[in-house]
């Protein structure tokens, strides 16, 4: 069965650093995903990605966060001058479609900021 | 009022009981709802999802939504352990992609 994969799984990283965290998407999906979860908390939306732009963003996803596909497969985060508070797990995720009925999630990338 | 809320739990059951579920949402707007499983430390696992009001059934899995009254329930039966995890309830509205998760329900199926 097809899935999102994403790496790290872990990333330690000091605080100021900054971090890609990378996702390949269901091969025939045309809609991109990251949502991220702090230990103990919902799932929350960062940001939607489609044809190569953002369709949507929430708050949280201010000027330290961006995203990109690079090239056909990859879709990627970055998160600039990272902080404690970032620490979460950051999870991918694609649809075939805009309608969002059906989000396939990856395993998530743990991000530790020391 | 939060856009979603779901009782925390545990909600402990013994195996072969049946699993029952619940979320509420506070906006008519949201249109689209989808049950997930997570197990610990891992990726939501999408299990169900629905746009209208009754009953969807996927194997053992029952989904129901109440659109008059903001209810959404996802009903387990023939509960086993690997049913252990937290499961959450996520809605979307109409148009735009964001879902809006429920903070999840923690299930524990004992042997």
């Known amino acids: 069965e097809p899935e999102v994969t994403q790496t790290p799984s872990h990333q330690v990283t000091q605080m100021g650093q900054e971090v890609i965290l990378r996702c390949v998407p269901i091969s025939n999906h045309l809609y991109f995903y990251w949502y991220r979860q702090i230990l103990g908390q919902k799932v929350e939306f960062l940001v939607s990605f489609y044809n190569n732009e953002i369709s949507e963003k929430s708050e949280i996803f201010d000027d330290q966060f961006s995203v990109e596909r690079p090239d056909g497969s990859n879709f990627t985060l970055k998160i600039r001058s990272t902080k404690l508070e970032d620490s979460a797990m950051y999870f991918c995720a694609s649809s075939p479609t805009g309608s969002g009925n059906t989000i396939y999630f990856g395993e998530g990338s743990w991000l530790t900021v020391v | 009022q939060k856009e979603v809320e779901q009782d925390p739990g545990p909600l402990s059951v013994p195996e072969g009981a049946i699993v029952s579920l619940n979320c509420t949402y506070s906006?008519?707007?949201?249109?689209?709802f989808m049950w997930y499983r997570q197990y610990s430390r891992k990726g939501p696992e999408l299990l169900m999802y629905?746009?209208?009001?009754g009953n969807k059934e996927d194997g053992r899995f029952t989904a129901q939504v109440d659109k008059s009254s903001k209810y959404i329930s996802l009903f387990i039966r023939d509960s086993q352990p690997s049913d252990s995890a937290t499961y959450l309830c996520?809605?979307?509205?109409?148009?735009?992609?964001?879902?809006?998760f429920g903070g999840g329900t923690r299930v524990l199926v004992k042997p």
């Open positions: 906006n008519s707007a949201f249109q689209y």
């Open positions: 996520a809605i979307k509205r109409a148009a735009g992609n964001k879902l809006t």
């Open positions: 629905t746009y209208s009001s």
